[in-house]
């Protein structure tokens, strides 16, 4: 047995050095696989590179070398086994001064091989559900990736990460959208470079700075798969991450389906995963936010976590979809610019226009999260992030268009161009509305399906209004001059009584003292008897159900005292009330 085991050691370690050469051989030779070939590193070692005469100008082939000699194909290098690369203190400041090309750490990335080994991330329930899909029998898909100004050694590592984790079989093409970069490497030696890969990689230079949702829709329209899958340019996917998203969208062509997306540290490149019981949600400001899967849906996936979670909306960034669906269902809005909106848009649409969004548990890509946009917004950052969101708010929110406007009063100030041919589109499709959407497929919605007002609530007598203050949890609630124009001051009384600011609720706190203050609490789903009032619009008083007092202003704080009709300091008007 001893023996045994030295020579399964010694197989292994031979297997590993040989994948080891493989990965250098795709360093500057033309492979091709074909159909049916995996693209396994094992696999290509068998390969012979094909010498044909490529007819390249000797400039750019010193290019694609130069970057090359500087790119790490060392798989055992730092950062292997999705481990994370800390920077010698020494090189700080250079460091710094690179991060800055991408918001994210580009010393570390290029420290790090280009196809660094990840362990396998898949719990065995996950593992074993994948092994039993038969590939043969899935549709090709074409993987679009677009970027701006993506830096060299992240988008190898994506590429390289496709390669070699997915079936070759599935992989119809890959297709680089560059939207306008004006960095060197993304222009012929990148051309160049992909040419030698083994799968066939596509380029389109776009001819002006399109936005990521125009630059998307350039891929999809020359894309020959049957599956679309959208990625960003700085990921990593990770083993077997393939065939559970296109099975789903295989069953059911109007199935939109994306993975768990791991954390790639922008700082170190560490590959951490993410939890597998979170979905997407929204809220007032139109942000993607991630939430806790509630109950209902655990519940409904038989508490199965290998099982796809029904979500409301998805990231934006990484999602598989049938080819004709996405054409059927109307793309994108070729009206959205740079960045943003657009994952909320697809969202509300593919929901209420007979689709459903899903994230599968069993298959995990790693993302770098920014914390700023490295690049420009032609236009500016604000009015083109408000003019995506408004155009989703307009043609996909009915009413509840109201919540986002009250929270987001500059939004209102900036054009939304001509949003008809979606509204359009939303006829012909007879698409459901936006209540349909909260009420069956987002009841945890931080926007209520039935509300009772929204806007300010004022005290005429010191023209004070319910405040956030910017505040989140655990603070008491304030007042502050009414200023009419929402944000902080915007305010919504629900059919289940919460009076709630977005994602914030007021709650009645009763602490040592005799007085009964208002703080401000995380909103629950299913609210607390602290967290549930009425109001009387005849006396005008806003009341805690539970206790029968009244909220009154007392120096700039809001308490619950006994219930005076001729008390000024507890007279509210509540914006839009509808009882
Ligand atoms: C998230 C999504 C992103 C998109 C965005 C909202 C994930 C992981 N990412 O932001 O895909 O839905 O929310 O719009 O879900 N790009 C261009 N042209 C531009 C701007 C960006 O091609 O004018 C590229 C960019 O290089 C990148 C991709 O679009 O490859 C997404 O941009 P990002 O990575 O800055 O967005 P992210 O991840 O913050
Ligand atoms: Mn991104």
Redesign the pocket.
């Known amino acids: 047995l001893g023996w045994l085991v030295i020579d399964v050691i010694i197989l292994f370690y031979t297997l590993d050095n040989s994948a080891i050469q493989t990965r250098n051989v795709l360093r500057g030779e033309r492979l091709t696989l074909e159909k049916g070939e995996t693209a396994h590193p094992l696999a290509l070692a068998e390969k012979q590179p094909q010498h044909q005469e490529e007819h390249v100008d000797p400039e750019t082939e010193e290019a694609l070398n130069n970057l090359l000699a500087g790119t790490s194909f060392d798989v055992n290098g730092p950062g292997s086994n999705g481990e994370g690369v800390n920077i010698d203190p020494s090189k700080d400041a250079e460091m710094k001064e690179m991060f800055k090309q991408n918001q994210f750490n580009l010393m570390a990335s290029n420290l790090i091989s280009v196809n660094r080994t990840l362990p396998d991330y898949r719990s065995s329930k996950c593992k074993s559900n994948t092994d039993s899909i038969n590939v043969k029998e899935l549709p090709s898909v074409s993987i679009i990736?677009?970027?701006?100004?993506?830096a060299w050694t992240t988008l190898l590592r994506g590429l390289y990460s496709i390669i070699y984790r997915s079936p070759r079989n599935l992989l119809e093409e890959i297709i680089l959208?560059d939207?306008y970069s004006d960095r060197a490497h993304l222009k012929k030696p990148l051309d160049l470079f992909v040419q030698r890969l083994p799968v066939p990689v596509h380029i389109v230079h776009l001819p002006e700075?399109?936005?990521?949702?125009r630059?998307r829709l350039a891929g999809s329209d020359i894309a020959k798969g049957k599956v679309l899958l959208?990625l960003?340019?700085?990921i990593e996917v990770t083993e077997g991450w393939l065939p559970p998203l296109i099975t789903r969208v295989h069953e059911d062509r109007k199935r939109v389906v994306a993975p768990i997306?791991d954390v790639i540290s922008d700082d170190t490149f560490e590959y951490v995963t993410a939890s597998d019981t979170t979905w997407g949600g929204f809220n007032w400001h139109l942000n993607?936010r991630w939430y806790t899967v509630p109950e209902r849906e655990m519940s409904r996936r038989n508490y199965d976590r290998a099982s796809p979670i029904r979500t409301p909306t998805?990231?934006?960034?990484?999602f598989a979809v049938d080819k004709q669906f996405f054409y059927d269902i109307g793309t994108y809005d070729k009206g959205m610019q740079?960045?943003?909106?657009?994952?909320l848009e697809i969202s509300f649409r593919v929901w209420m226009c007979g689709g459903s969004l899903e994230i599968h548990p069993c298959s995990r890509v790693g993302?770098v999260?920014?914390k700023q946009?490295p690049?420009t917004f032609p236009g500016g950052t604000a009015k083109v992030i408000h003019h995506n969101a408004a155009r989703t708010a307009e043609v996909w929110m009915d009413e509840y268009k109201q919540f986002f406007y009250s929270m987001v009063p500059a939004a209102k100030q900036v054009d939304a161009g001509d949003v008809s041919p979606r509204l359009k589109l939303r006829e012909t499709l007879q698409c459901k509305t936006f209540r349909w959407y909260l009420e069956n497929i987002y009841p945890e919605a931080p926007v209520p399906a039935t509300y009772l007002s929204i806007g300010e609530i004022s005290n005429p007598a010191t023209k004070l209004c319910f405040d956030t203050m910017g505040k989140k949890t655990g603070e008491s609630a304030g007042v502050s001059p009414c200023h009419g124009i929402g944000g902080n001051q915007a305010w919504s009384l629900t059919k289940e009584g919460q009076i709630r600011s977005d994602e914030t609720c007021i709650s009645a706190f009763r602490g040592f003292s005799t007085s009964t203050t208002i703080r401000l609490e995380k909103c629950t789903v299913t609210p607390s008897e602290k967290h549930i009032f009425s109001y009387d619009e005849e006396k005008k008083h806003i009341i805690h159900v539970q206790s029968g007092k009244c909220i009154a202003v007392k120096a700039n704080v809001l308490e619950l005292e006994d219930c005076e009709p001729l008390n000024s300091q507890m007279s509210w008007n509540v914006a839009n009330y509808q009882a």
Do not use: M, Q
């Open positions: 990736i677009v970027f701006h100004n993506e959208i939207d700075r399109s936005g990521l949702i630059a959208f960003d340019a700085h997306i993607f998805i990231a934006g960034g990484l740079v960045w943003g909106g657009e994952n993302h999260f920014r946009t690049y």
